[in-house]
């Protein structure tokens, strides 16, 4: 049985925690051993049964210690997952029990994927991803390391998003457009063309403001 450690217990942390207990309750065989945290009082007014271990820069992993890193900030989230790895930690993927995955869909360490997520066929996802609750994801979607996909977002087949990029809650994107590295898409919006590296859109259709 591996131990099971999320890096964060903040507000996706706890979202993250309770993801894990239905998974664990399903089919998954580990232990849910805590998490690591600098702000120690941070569960302070909530009834978790679970330790805050140490914080990430202090933890040392035992070898049956997998990790998940709950964090939703991009950088931050780069930042911890580094501090990790580079102490030999491994990461594991985590799929809540409801989601749907069809063929040849490939999912990458450290990544998350949540309640009543639809994965359709032949989609490459990267490490370090979170496609959140109600999202879908059409064939041949390539989506690259450290993403957030939010809730409820459509991506249409023959998507590319590159790494890093944000799609807040609600947006659509249609088939076979190219969202490039750093990209954000705002809650809601519609996108109907290519978004270059770094740049911000909204709207229906989604346009840079």
Sequence with gaps: ??????????????????????????????????????????????????????????????????????????NSKIKYSHIIEDKGGKFATLIHPSAIIGPNVSIGEGSIICANVYLSCDIEIGKHVVVNALSSVGHDVRIADYCQISPNCAINGNVIIGSKAFIGSGATIIPKIVIDSGAFIGAGSVVIRRVKEGHKVFGNPAIEM
């Design 1 to 74: 049985m591996k131990n099971l450690i999320i890096v964060s217990a903040g507000r996706f942390g706890r979202e993250v925690y309770a993801l894990a207990m239905q998974a664990v309750t399903k089919d998954r065989d580990w232990n849910i051993k805590g998490f690591l945290d600098d702000r120690k009082n941070i569960l302070e007014r909530y009834s978790y049964n679970l330790p805050i271990l140490a914080s990430p820069e202090e933890y040392k992993p035992d070898q049956d210690d997998l990790f998940i890193c709950a964090i939703g900030d991009v």
